[in-house]
């Protein structure tokens, strides 16, 4: 599709299914941001999304006049803040069409539920030699947990490959899997190559060899969501802030009876049955993996976040992006001297590239004068850099809020980057 | 264009950062030290020959990274060679000060010829998350001249 065929492509969809990108933007204060003089033009969602009103709105009410401890306190205050909290489980169980609220666990951030699996997970079923299969274009999130229990335990870890347009290669993965694969820990998106993989395909396998499979949903699940029973997957982790809610909330889905086989990751308060000091017994999940006082407040948040862009549509604000990604990538792939780093076949808002005599951190920075932001480095993926032979990339990322303007900005600022460069 | 983005990439930098000086292996460095800047992946190996007076031979460096960072690698390889280590640290002290802006009214140390030098990177001043990109060479050169004994040669 030409540049003008696919700003018009996005255009026509005006009609019953006209994706109001304007009045979205009128829901986030980020949106009307002024840096360096210039309107902000934000490409950097994959990193962290800025936050509509109603999250902002539900979390401030939530601490004026709903807040108290959860699970603990026999009155009315605590009651409505443990009733919120739990409701929130619930929003974000439907959210993943879980089989129960109970299968869902509040933890910090995408990278803690990594953790509490690698910890609960591979004390109860792993021992030397046995086997974790991850991908060649994780993050470090979903690399270095299993380098610890490595450490720890002396376990294996297998790296499934990618091909040089950076999809998922299913048939050398399931070459990898052997009686010794305890657990298959994939992303659902590449942070840096937008590659979608195939989930399903990949659990079926996983179990089929009798491991069990964790799917990192950090991108994943903001750009093409989930549905962990039609997927089948045993564990699935996302973090709230690139879903437009807030820091400090993660969530970790796990099966019920295989999170009630686990021992608890961290030991304290709200996780116990009955202590003594002689013998603690333990609740079963999610109370047993939510030690001391959860992150309440951010719980309500995301909650919001996820009725917000539910309430828009996951599915058109998904199919939105990905015209995003195509007119960006029409629009950089014309410049000369720039490489767009990652073309699999499936491919979220996610477009990293590389410009001839221009680092990736003098881009940001100059780009950035134009109020143009993009992440620069190596987005907590060495290992992929290698295997793309770059040390670092450029990144754009797209939200819900983002409009074709933004790209063309971004074309734009890079020609002054050029000038400099020459 | 910007007038902070004019100063920080200046003719000088571009030079330096596309035609560093210095750029290679000395097989006669007794010292070395690698340079990391995890928040970028930028990498440098500085290489020194040391004295036994004490003094800098001869410094080089190898590596990748932004241009502000080579461009830095590249000046200071020049610039260091042939002072004492304490003249060295004296000036790095400066250096740090005037990326940091806090130069303002303050006696520097080092010698004013390479004092103007250095300054065509103060403007990395306009940018806090970029003063870790010229300071990197500095810190990994100190590093080589502190710890980084690495041969055979003595
Ligand atoms: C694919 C992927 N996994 C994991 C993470 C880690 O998320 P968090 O830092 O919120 O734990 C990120 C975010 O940077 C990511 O992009």
Known sequence: MSAASVKAAAQVSVGNDFYDVEAIRADFPAMSLLINGRPLVFLDSGASAQKPNVVLERMDRAYRSEYANVHRGAYRLSELATE????????????????????????RNATASVNLVA????????????????????HHANIVPWQLLRDILGIVIKVAPIDDDGNFLLDEFAKLLGPRTKLVAITHCSNVLGTITPIKEIARLAHQAGAKVLFDGAQGIVHAGIDVRDVDCDFYVFTGHK???????????GKKDLMNALPPYQGGGDMIEIVTFEKTTYRETPARFEAGTPPIVEAIGLAAAI????GIGLDRIARHELTLRDYAMEQLGAIDGLTIIGRPREKGPIVSFTLDGAHPHDIAT????????????????QPLMERCNVAATARASFGMYNRLEDVDALVDALKTVKDIFG | MDDDIRELYQEVILDHGKHPRNFRHPGDANHEAHGNNPLCGDRLTVYVRLGEDQRIEDAAFEGRGCAISVASASMMTDIVRGKTVSE?????????KMCMGEDEGVALRGPEEDLDKLRVLSGVRQFPMRVKCATLAWHTLNEAVHGGATTSTE
């Open chain 1, 84 to 107: 919120n909290y739990e409701n929130a489980r619930k929003t974000v169980a439907k959210f993943m069409n879980a089989a129960s609220p109970d299968e869902i666990v509040f933890t």
């Open chain 1, 307 to 310: 009725d917000y862009v539910t």
């Open chain 2, 88 to 96: 060295v640290e004296a000036l790095f002290d400066d250096f740090h």
């Open chain 1, 119 to 138: 910890h609960s997970f591979g004390r109860a079923f792993m021992k030397a030699g046995d086997e974790v299969v991850i991908s060649h274009m994780e």
């Open chain 1, 366 to 381: 100059i780009i950035d004068s134009r109020g143009v932001a993009v992440r620069a480095g190596h987005h907590c993926a």
């Open chain 1, 243 to 253: 879903l437009y809610g807030p820091t400090g909330i993660g969530v970790l889905y």
